[in-house]
T-cell receptor, first 114, second 111 residues
Framework: DSGVTQTPKHLITATGQRVTLRCSPRSGDLSVYWYQQSLDQGLQFLIQYYNGEERAKGNILERFSAQQFPDLHSELNLSSLELGDSALYFC?????????????FGPGTRLTVL | QKEVEQDPGPLSVPEGAIVSLNCTYSNSAFQYFMWYRQYSRKGPELLMYTYSSGNKEDGRFTAQVDKSSKYISLFIRDSQPSDSATYLCAMSALRNNDMRFGAGTRLTVKP
């Protein structure tokens, strides 16, 4: 158990809908990362937050947005969902988020868009 | 061409074998090189990380980085059935946590 929690574990929804994925980082970790893992694209970095502020952006679509709250939990919002958004979404956390400190991954949320 | 190339396998070996996993990359800015292990239905966990070129050993695992060839390897000695998992290479530029992952190699170690 990495100490990172994600809810829900599974999510099934329809095209065009909007969903919110939630992540609680390890105690003491200030930085949160979101990743998407799909069969065709592999594991891709989406976005990083540090202590409430966006720090780095990867291959995140404009339909997706994220935020980190004062209690350091984070939410990833996915809107106007398409079939291709079906994937595993992982959250990871690290202490600081600079240089390279280890990222600890949560168990993921499996999103299915029908 | 993908930024990070990794043969997805699958790779099947007998227990006790030496396993060699490899990745190549194209971005010369990468300075940090990582290997993650991912069990089925779980998140990735960090196995090894190396800064710049060289070797690093941790128990049965050895990571090698050859920046001149843009080639990294992970060796597993005395492989065990519990090593059966998907192994992902990952890399990032200095002070940049935008990690780029390989496709992952699925390894099965048969008793």
């Amino acid at each position: 158990d990495s100490g990172v929690t994600q809810t829900p574990k599974h999510l099934i929804t329809a095209t065009g809908q909007r969903v919110t994925l939630r992540c609680s980082p390890r105690s003491g970790d200030l930085s949160v990362y979101w990743y998407q893992q799909s069969l065709d694209q592999g594991l891709q970095f989406l976005i990083q937050y540090y202590n409430g502020e966006e720090r780095a952006k990867g291959n995140i679509l404009e339909r997706f947005s994220a935020q980190q709250f004062p209690d350091l939990h984070s939410e990833l919002n996915l809107s106007s969902l398409e079939l291709g958004d079906s994937a595993l979404y992982f959250c990871a956390s690290s202490v600081v988020g600079r240089g390279h400190d280890e990222q600890f991954f949560g168990p993921g949320t499996r999103l299915t868009v029908l | 061409q993908k930024e990070v190339e990794q043969d997805p396998g699958p790779l099947s070996v007998p227990e006790g074998a030496i396993v060699s996993l490899n990745c190549t990359y194209s971005n010369s800015a990468f300075q940090y090189f990582m290997w993650y292990r991912q069990y089925s239905r779980k998140g990735p966990e960090l196995l090894m990380y190396t800064y710049s070129s060289g070797n690093k050993e941790d128990g049965r695992f050895t990571a090698q980085v050859d920046k001149s060839s843009k080639y990294i390897s992970l060796f597993i000695r005395d492989s065990q059935p519990s090593d059966s998992a998907t192994y992902l290479c990952a890399m990032s530029a200095l002070r940049n946590n935008d990690m780029r992952f390989g496709a992952g190699t699925r390894l099965t170690v048969k008793p």
